[in-house]
């Protein structure tokens, strides 16, 4: 297109021919110049009737295309032309009657020429090299021979014609959204194959936008992005909450907005816990700030340091790396690793259910005893309150034990108070130990 531009820019004055000599008005030329009207210095007449025809219609690669002009004697017996191709055309012109002549671009008129019988016309070839699709332009003069650019008339014609193939016709898609401009002022042409700028399908109602054409999905933009004539149609619409800082996720404290899509200040609704900072909300990324950044009920969890394993595991005092793990137990049966030695339930079964007899199976002492009574019991250990972190409680529940907490975190809601859980944690290994020892104690005497 640019080339084609240029190239029209190039020859765009129209000093066509006012066909005589010389007036008070203006100098009038005999021979013609290149340019896409003529009408620029030629005025005042009325428009011709302007033909542009082809012999043959469906000419081969190679063979000879005769194009004639016709010119209606509108204004006067007196005419002239300039024949060109819309577009960069791989063949070449070819000038054989008297009083024309062949240029870069096409053939004009070396001299004003006089017709009869109402109609004025002239003749030129044409030779395509190679298949292709052709536009040819013509730009004629009416004139009325008083050897003034006054009084005269210009008009044109095109003709569109395929060579060596049986083509088709694309229109131009400036976008390159595989759809053409459905707007009149930009003219289709037929060629061979498709053209570089142009598509096979019509019918974009927007070619300066590529998210807008007749295949394209509506969206909620205002705008007819299917090309239907409508504006946002069958668009969903959905609640928007209130988004105060602005991360993208709306707050519960406000009345929802329906709406195809967040106006300013909105956003989806999605429980934003803390709409004042701008780094929570659903999904955002733990950080050790004593502070629920992604809204799942829990602070800090998986952030904060961690040291020791087992039930001597221990989170640090706050988010400082300052970590003291938890004293090691006796192991007992229990589901826990009582010694801290990374292996819960490791021993024998002697020292774990306080009789060889009885194994340890899934935390609880299972079997018969040396004394023939069956056990069932579980030995339920815990460590001590040893430790300079927060400690679980004997049975692992404590939400500030890595080891005895899947979620690994404190939990917003009731708990117990720190200041209790060491009390109670000693208790409860207490009277674990003092169980284990009751068992044992049985167990021997039954043996006796």
Wanted: charged residues 20%; contains cysteine.
């Amino acid at each position: 297109m640019r080339k084609r531009l240029s190239r029209r820019v190039a020859i765009a004055v129209v000093v066509f021919a006012s066909l005589f000599a010389e007036s008070s008005s203006a100098l009038a030329r005999s021979a013609g110049i290149e340019a896409t009207g003529c009408d620029t210095c030629h005025q005042g007449g009325a428009v011709p009737t302007v033909t542009l025809t082809a012999e043959p219609v469906n000419p081969a690669v190679g063979q000879i295309i005769t194009l004639t002009v016709g010119v209606s004697q509108t204004n006067g017996s007196t005419a002239g032309f300039y024949l060109t191709t819309a577009h960069e055309t791989p063949g070449k012109f070819e000038a054989f009657e008297a009083g024309t002549v062949a240029s870069s671009s096409g053939v004009i008129h070396s001299m004003p020429r006089a017709g009869s019988a109402g109609t004025t016309t002239f003749k030129a070839r044409w030779t395509a090299s190679e298949a292709t699709g052709v536009a040819f332009d013509v730009y004629a003069l009416s004139a009325d021979g008083n050897k003034t650019n006054r009084g005269d008339g210009a008009g044109s014609a095109k003709l569109e014609l395929l060579v060596g193939c049986t083509g088709s016709t694309y229109f131009i898609d400036q976008d390159a959204d595989g759809y053409g401009s459905s707007d009149p002022a930009y003219a289709s042409r037929k060629d061979c194959a498709t053209p570089l700028g142009y598509a096979d399908k019509a019918g974009d109602c927007d070619d300066f936008h590529a998210d807008v054409h007749p295949d394209a999905v509506e969206q909620c933009d205002l705008k007819d992005n299917d090309c239907d004539g409508q504006v946002d149609e069958e668009v969903v619409e959905q609640p928007f909450c209130e988004d105060r800082d602005g991360d993208g996720h709306g707050g519960p404290s406000s009345a929802p907005k329906m709406d195809c899509k967040p106006s300013p200040g909105f956003a989806p609704c999605d429980n934003d816990c803390d709409d004042r900072t701008k780094t929570t909300y659903p999904g955002a990324s733990e950080v050790c700030d004593g502070f629920d950044n992604d809204c799942d009920g829990k602070v800090d969890e998986g952030v904060r340091m961690v040291c020791g394993v087992g039930l001597c595991s221990r989170y640090a005092i706050g988010c400082s790396s300052i970590c003291t793990p938890g004293q090691p137990l006796a192991e007992t049966c229990n589901g826990f690793d009582d010694d801290c030695d990374g292996i819960a339930d490791n021993g024998s079964n002697g020292s774990l259910c306080g009789d060889a007899n009885i194994s340890c199976v899934a935390g609880r002492c299972e079997g018969t005893g040396s004394g023939g009574a069956a056990s069932g019991v579980s030995g339920r250990g815990g460590n001590s309150s040893g430790g300079g972190g927060p400690s679980p409680n004997a049975a692992g529940l404590g939400s500030e034990s890595p080891a005895s907490s899947a979620a690994s975190g404190c939990a917003l809601g009731p708990s117990v108070p720190r200041s209790e859980v060491g009390p109670l944690a000693a208790a409860l290994a207490v009277a674990g130990w003092l169980a284990a020892r009751a068992r044992a104690s049985r167990a021997k005497r039954r043996s006796t």
